[in-house]
């Protein structure tokens, strides 16, 4: 492991893995075959209310996407879909890799801090943002940032914090039914 390896992983402290991001052109088909082949079942679209997505962490981007998810144990799998919009590293990834594994994600409950400590060590971020979901609970806030770690992780690293009435809360199927019942996110059959 390179010196820059060795001070990214005692930064990061990254927690389990929690989701693979997945870039597709087919929403529909893909969430089947997973499901058909896999048992994973239920799918769920988060109800997006306001969206605020930046390049680099500076150049504001207005694009749409599809994205589904479901879980396999505690791994979430994330299939996203460019829909129309501002050039972005989903639409990239499909363009130069075709669909397939586009990140690793890791849900934390320090992002700001953890970005400050990346920052100050010269990591990168390719895109990040700001994600509120529609609901009767009043929906959840979700930061997430896209880290520069292909050359020395092989691929994208996602940090993704997410927040229900001002509480951190871990992704999982369950919080997911729930927001099925408040209106953030809706329940699929594929």
Same mark, same amino acid.
């Given at each position: ?25 087919? #929403?529909?088909?893909?969430?089947? +075959?997973? %499901? ?16 605020? &997505? ?20 505690? @791994? ?12 972005? #590293? *989903?639409?990239? &990834?499909? !363009?130069?890799?075709? !669909?397939?594994? &586009? &990140?690793?994600?890791?849900?934390? %409950?320090? +992002? ?10 010269? #990591?990168?971020?390719?895109? %990040?943002?700001?994600?509120? %979901? ?9 930061? *997430? ?6 050359? @020395?992780?092989? #691929?994208?690293?996602?940090? @993704?914090?997410?927040?229900f009435v001002g509480v951190n809360i871990k992704m999982s199927r369950l919080w997911f039914e729930l927001g099925n019942i408040t209106g953030d996110l809706e329940k699929l059959k594929f």
């Amino acid at each position: 492991m390179d010196d820059k390896a060795k001070r990214l992983a005692k930064v990061l402290k990254l927690p389990k893995l929690g989701q693979l991001g997945i870039v597709v052109k087919d #929403i529909e088909k893909t969430a089947k +075959f997973y %499901s058909d082949t896999f048992g994973l079942k239920p799918w769920f679209r988060a109800g997006l209310s306001d969206e605020e &997505h930046n390049l680099g962490g500076k150049k504001r981007l207005d694009f749409d996407v599809d994205i589904v998810m479901a879980f396999s144990g505690k @791994i979430q799998f994330e299939l996203i879909r460019h829909v129309k919009g501002d050039r972005n #590293i *989903y639409l990239d &990834h499909l !363009e130069k890799h075709g !669909e397939g594994l &586009h &990140h690793l994600g890791f849900f934390v %409950s320090d +992002f700001d801090k953890r970005m400050e400590a990346l920052d100050k060590m010269g #990591i990168g971020v390719l895109q %990040s943002g700001v994600i509120k %979901s529609v609901g009767k609970a009043g929906g959840s806030v979700t930061k *997430y940032a896209y880290l520069d770690t292909v050359e @020395i992780g092989g #691929i994208i690293f996602e940090l @993704i914090q997410t927040k229900f009435v001002g509480v951190n809360i871990k992704m999982s199927r369950l919080w997911f039914e729930l927001g099925n019942i408040t209106g953030d996110l809706e329940k699929l059959k594929f």
